[in-house]
């Protein structure tokens, strides 16, 4: 069984930043291509960025190019999301998941994850 637990969401100003943070526990990390993403009340669950394994690669939705950064530690058994530039609409819970040791661009469907985190509420003011 795998365990995600993701940190670092909070309130922010319109413009500012914040790092989501994914630990991972229970089987070896580096085995799972990694992706966060995020879902506002009452709709879908919404692709936002995936790593590959080994970080050799990334893939991002267009509402996150440019603005926010995927990354992962395999020694920390983390991954990692830098959000930059945020904005009122960025206001949902972010969700981590690990799935497959795929390419990220195959990675950005909801339903290729087997484990998931809890969910972090961001909210940015405007």
């Known amino acids: 069984q795998v365990q995600l637990v993701e940190s670092g969401g909070g309130l922010v100003q319109a413009g500012g930043s914040l790092r989501l943070s994914c630990a991972v526990s229970?089987?070896?990390?580096?085995?799972?291509?990694m992706g966060w993403f995020r879902q506002a009340p009452g709709k879908e669950r919404e692709f936002v960025a995936a790593?590959?394994?080994?970080?050799?690669?990334?893939y991002y939705a267009d509402s996150a190019k440019g603005r926010f950064t995927i990354s992962r530690d395999n020694a920390k058994n983390t991954m990692y999301l830098q959000m930059n530039s945020l904005k009122p609409e960025d206001t949902v819970v972010y969700y981590c998941a690990a799935g497959p040791p795929f390419l990220p661009m195959l990675l950005v469907r909801s339903s290729s994850y087997k484990y998931w985190g809890q969910g972090t509420q961001v909210t940015v003011s405007s």
């Open positions: 229970g089987r070896t990390f580096s085995n799972y291509g």
């Open positions: 790593i590959a394994w080994d970080s050799g690669s990334t």
